[in-house]
């Protein structure tokens, strides 16, 4: 059974607005799955050198199992880089997470549990190709593309453990026989490496030298970078021909404007009003806040649970979305989260289970 955090971590916490990262841990430790797939896929590397079987003729499985693992694995380790990163940072909300880091750490586990499922597919399907399935390489999660560079120092922890697989996936194609119209590509991908290993060092050690905010843009620009193209490069290393694949254009994720607490609050105002006017019971008590760039509105448990859903549910009719259910410490909560007048929201509440 899960020991209860502390009192004063838990109120610190509620102070902070940071919420249990129970459920985080539990998907922490069904992921770690993930560094056992890695080191299958390692020795399926060791096999193909030892046959020196060229890697853009052996089957689609073998290219699909590394990739798969790959993915798992860079994933997995920064979804723990997060949380390990956010706990160090401020020991007194240990096993709790600010909403964006709890976001991004989720968007990380949820991507290794479907990862790990593709990784075993592969190994016990020679003929398995994930280039039918899937647009590869594969980007990291589109909402943790938007939140990546506000976690420096777990990307900065995370980029530690990486260097090594990278640079190993590399070595062990290079060892396999390399088609001659291919040198060129193993070559585009050495240097793909090497810029992420000198923009990782140089993120690394300007972390190293203290939290200087004249460096923050500087050591999120280079840590981003290098963890992006890892995760790129790992990927063409476990299936070369992906290399020279035609590329399609990624999508860029249109930005939210920033909004003053001030606005948000006015939102928040408008958001109540309409909730209203769609038939919210307003007797209901509701804690609204602007935090995290966002609107919040928390339903009390002391509320019995069928208005509590009810409210819940006028919010998704309000904000056009469908109902998320999402375990915690205690139990369950249902969110509706979406955007109302460009501005995030989120609206929650406790439910029994």
Request: proline share 7%.
């Amino acid at each position: 059974m899960t020991r209860k955090p502390p009192l004063t971590t838990r109120m610190h916490a509620a102070m902070a607005g940071e919420r249990s990262a129970a459920p985080l841990e539990a998907l922490r430790t069904a992921g770690k799955a993930a560094y056992d797939e890695a080191l299958r896929a390692d020795r399926v590397r060791d096999e193909l050198v030892v046959a020196q079987l060229s890697r853009w003729e052996t089957p689609p499985g073998a290219g699909s199992q590394l990739l798969a693992a790959w993915n798992g694995f860079v994933l997995q380790t920064l979804g723990e880089a997060l949380l390990d990163a956010d706990y160090a940072a401020d020991r007194r909300t240990a096993g709790f997470l600010p909403a964006p880091t709890y976001d991004a750490a989720l968007d990380c586990f949820t991507a290794v549990a479907e990862w790990i499922d593709r990784a075993r597919q592969a190994r016990v399907d020679p003929a398995h190709d994930l280039t039918a399935e899937l647009d590869l390489p594969a980007p990291l999660p589109l909402a943790l593309q938007e939140h990546l560079g506000e976690h420096p120092a777990a990307i900065v922890l995370a980029l530690s453990s990486l260097r090594g697989p990278a640079e190993l996936a590399l070595h062990s194609l290079e060892r396999t026989p390399v088609p001659a119209e291919h040198s060129n590509g193993v070559i585009a991908l050495r240097q793909l490496v090497g810029r992420a290993t000198t923009a990782a060092e140089y993120a690394a050690s300007l972390h190293g030298s203290g939290n200087d905010p004249a460096l923050a843009g500087v050591i999120r620009r280079n840590a981003v970078q290098a963890l992006e193209q890892w995760f790129e490069a790992g990927q063409l290393a476990a299936m070369p021909t992906l290399i020279n694949a035609p590329r399609q254009e990624k999508a860029v994720p249109t930005p939210v404007p920033a909004l003053s607490t001030a606005a948000r609050l006015r939102i928040a105002a408008d958001l109540l009003d309409a909730a209203e006017r769609a038939g919210a019971d307003q007797s209901v008590e509701q804690i609204v806040s602007a935090k995290f760039g966002g609107i919040t509105v928390q339903v009390s448990s002391a509320v019995a649970a069928e208005a509590r859903l009810a409210l819940v549910a006028v919010y998704c009719e309000v904000l056009g979305v469908r109902p998320v259910s999402e375990p915690n410490a205690d139990g369950y909560w249902l969110r509706a989260i979406g955007q109302f007048q460009g501005c995030p929201v989120e609206a929650w509440a406790p439910i029994e289970t």
